[in-house]
């Protein structure tokens, strides 16, 4: 197995889990949030498809689907174009509502991409420097991996919280 098809695994394994945390969900259990205050499912899922969108596009110096393909104009969120739900406080994670059609089909269109820029990694690709803000520098292999392991978290989470769900 190669990194590329290593990579399009793990990622591949997000792409299979959005769709089944969202299934059969309405919008309203979608939005709702345990105790008043806790992440929704609709907010988990849509960050970290924005996560794995942003990063990923970033890493491969492409733009990202929300804004090429116009994801941000049919998702209608009250938010800043580029934002990804990092730091989001209480109003902000509320804000974020759409349905389980919307969100499975932003991160298809978002795994689609990533598949596609991880076709052709290379092992060097993998080594190479790519943001030179942190010490250690972040080599694009040290991104995929952490944006994967972030999603995960993510997905885990969604599913522990659509577990709880009422009804």
């Known amino acids: 197995m190669t990194p590329a098809e290593l990579l399009t695994d793990c990622f591949g394994r997000i792409a299979e889990g959005v769709p089944a945390v969202l299934d059969g969900l309405a919008d309203d259990q979608l939005a709702l949030r345990i105790d008043g205050s806790a992440n929704s499912v609709a907010w988990l899922v849509w960050h970290l498809t924005r996560v794995q969108d942003d990063h990923v596009a970033d890493a491969f110096g492409t733009e990202q689907v929300w804004l ?36 499975a089909g932003y991160h298809a269109a978002v795994f689609a991409r990533t598949r596609e820029l991880l076709a052709d990694l290379t092992p060097e690709q993998l080594d190479e420097v790519i943001d030179e803000r942190w010490t250690p520098p972040v080599t694009r292999g040290v991104r995929l991996v952490s944006v994967f392991d972030d999603d995960a978290k993510h997905l885990g989470q969604a599913e522990f919280v659509r577990g709880l769900l009422p009804g």
């Open 68 to 103: 090429a393909d116009g994801w941000h104009e049919r998702f209608g969120l009250p938010l800043e174009p580029a934002d990804t739900g990092y730091g989001h406080g209480f109003d902000q994670v509320a804000a974020v509502r759409a349905s389980g059609t919307l969100l």
